[in-house]
């Protein structure tokens, strides 16, 4: 998608970008003396499609109020989309996504839309709730491992032998043996038969054996361990932990995006005041360089002086061209970010409060209190502690109830109780039981150290608000005296008291007074959002935002 812009006068967007800053400011104007707690939105620079023919005002809120009615209806079109999942491809990446459904998503955005929406797209929040629905099947599955194992066994065989034996050696052992016997029990007997070799006489020399046939069979089966010694509670407690721990690091991943979100979102709002910043320094500079021009015709100026005007214009212009590609890669990062294929438009102000922060140890309870990281090293403490039940049941017994039966016409079955100790071998006890105690140990310490860790982050955050707030409200007499001075400059040159050179001068004078305001405004945003994300409380910078009595202008309201 390309921009183009079209501009107002600079005058007007000189008067109205820093006229809410403060109540001195206010009167410096009359036509300038709105609220501090109002938010002033003047479209000074359109940024629009460069396929739109006519960017003119009219068309702008057209095109602003099909948008905001996509907005109103895009929940309840979400809602009646979340019926149609199936497979849908990845406007970013171009991958397919099962058990997905679309969502309409305006490219006119407030912060809490944003905010809403990021949850719904984002793939490393689906990602880690995957992870936690794994965490709480497992931890389900093995709540079922102590309940009675019923089984059945089914067999069918089938059997074919075929098979030639020789009998050659036990002929000759039993004609043996006979003889020897009877040698030894009758007296020899002139004409007695040789009894071994008749019964050899009757025994082959190899016997071949042939079978074939069908054997089938069924029984039921049950087990059921009566007494684990706490194995499976400990068991099912470590995974119960470990959900514990995969939710925890689910929350610090969810804060970390709501702070990348509100980094790219105001940055996305910085980058556009600079751009309309530099294109009305441009247009100043524009008229002061055709000014010149006509005193440099009339012979007022001298050469030199008109060039120093030229040099200054197309320093301006380049200027202008750079915040512009700036602000369009900051608006292509949030949209990157909310995973559309088109800019998102950002309708929240940057904003600064006059109001003083509660204490700091106000914000430092709520990070005790509330900080996933805390929750996370608790959630590694409760697995230690299951792990250590799990090695202390050693050398317990395990208790188990068996039977089985077989299904036939007159079945036969067996049951009864068995116990088991392990007597000896497999894991040392003594040691599984030192690594879980050091393991508590090791969470223990690692609370009291992401505590400490914690407080001093929210401490310095907490300045950091402070130091950007008193920022912001020193740099108003800049940006007035800044203003004022231009305006003298500009008066003087029109008398040919003043030359091109110091008009430049001074309009880059107001033009830094200005841009450093907006960054100190940006730097107070980023910092509060940074002071929530380590009191574990993202979302109250919303509070903090909507309570705010100075805004600075936005082109995207409504």
Same mark, same amino acid.
């Given at each position: 998608m390309k921009f183009v812009l079209s501009t107002l006068s600079a005058a007007m967007m000189t008067m109205t970008l820093f006229g809410i800053a403060a109540t001195t400011a206010a009167r410096a104007d009359e036509h300038m003396s709105e609220s501090q707690n109002e938010v002033i939105a003047v479209n000074v620079t359109q940024i629009v499609d460069a396929d739109n023919q006519n960017p003119t005002s009219s068309a702008l809120e057209g095109i602003n109020q099909d948008l905001t009615s996509k907005t109103a209806s895009s929940n309840s079109a979400a809602v009646a989309n979340k019926s149609a999942v199936g497979t849908l491809i990845d406007p970013i990446t171009h991958k397919s996504i099962e058990n997905s459904y679309p969502l309409e998503v305006s490219s006119l955005l407030s912060l809490e839309q944003a905010q809403n929406i990021l949850l719904q797209v984002s793939p490393k929040i689906a990602a880690n709730q995957a992870a936690i629905a794994a965490s709480e099947y497992q931890t389900d599955a093995l709540k079922t491992i102590d309940h009675p194992l019923v089984f059945a066994r089914v067999s069918a065989t089938a059997y074919n032998l075929d098979a030639d034996?020789? /009998?050659? &050696?036990?002929? $000759?052992?039993?004609? $043996?043996?006979? $003889? *020897?016997?009877?040698?030894?029990?009758?007296?020899?007997?002139?004409? /007695? @038969? $040789?009894?071994?070799? /008749?019964?050899?006489?009757?025994? @082959?020399?190899?016997?071949?054996?042939?079978? &074939?046939?069908? *054997? %089938?069979? %069924?029984? /039921?089966g049950v087990v059921w361990p009566i007494y684990t010694a706490g194995r499976t509670a400990a068991l099912t407690g470590a995974s119960n932990a470990r959900t514990q721990e995969a939710v925890a690091d689910s929350i610090l991943d969810k804060n970390e995006l709501y702070n990348t979100l509100i980094e790219r979102y105001f940055k996305a709002q910085l980058a556009i005041i600079a751009a309309y910043l530099r294109d009305d320094a441009y247009d100043t500079l524009q008229q002061t360089d055709h000014m010149a021009q006509r005193l440099f015709e009339e012979g007022f100026i001298s050469r030199v002086d008109r060039l120093e005007a030229q040099s200054a214009l197309a320093d301006a212009k380049s200027e202008s061209v750079n915040a512009n590609n700036d602000a369009r890669l900051a608006m292509m990062a949030l949209q990157r970010l909310l995973r559309t294929e088109y800019r998102i438009k950002p309708r929240t102000p940057l904003f600064v409060s006059s109001r003083p922060l509660p204490d700091v140890n106000y914000f430092q309870d709520l990070a005790l209190n509330h900080h996933p990281g805390l929750q996370k090293v608790a959630a590694k403490r409760a697995q230690a502690q299951q792990l250590h039940a799990l090695s202390d049941t050693g050398y317990k017994p395990t208790v188990m109830l068996y039977g089985y039966g077989q299904i036939e016409k007159d079945p036969s079955w067996v049951a009864g109780v068995s116990a088991s100790w392990k007597l000896w071998g497999g894991l040392d006890k003594t040691a599984s039981l030192a690594s879980s105690n050091a393991k508590i140990r090791q969470a223990d310490l690692s609370e009291i150290e992401v505590s400490d860790n914690l407080l001093l982050l929210v401490e310095k955050n907490w300045h950091d608000v402070n130091n950007a707030q008193s920022r912001y409200q020193a740099l108003q007499s800049n940006v007035e005296l800044a203003a004022e001075v231009l305006r003298l400059r500009r008066l003087g040159l029109q008398e040919g008291v003043n030359t091109p050179v110091e008009v430049a001068q001074a309009q880059t004078q107001s033009l830094k007074a200005r841009t450093e305001q907006a960054q100190a405004a940006y730097s107070y945003v980023q910092s509060l959002a940074a002071l929530m994300q380590s009191c574990g409380t993202p979302l109250a910078f919303n509070a903090y935002l909507n309570a705010a009595d100075i805004r600075l202008p936005t082109l995207y309201d409504k």
């Open positions: 034996i020789d /009998l050659s &050696s036990l002929k $000759n052992g039993i004609v $043996n043996d006979i $003889n *020897t016997g009877v040698g030894d029990i009758i007296p020899p007997i002139p004409d /007695l @038969p $040789n009894f071994g070799e /008749l019964v050899g006489e009757r025994i @082959p020399d190899n016997y071949e054996l042939k079978r &074939s046939g069908s *054997t %089938a069979g %069924a029984g /039921l």
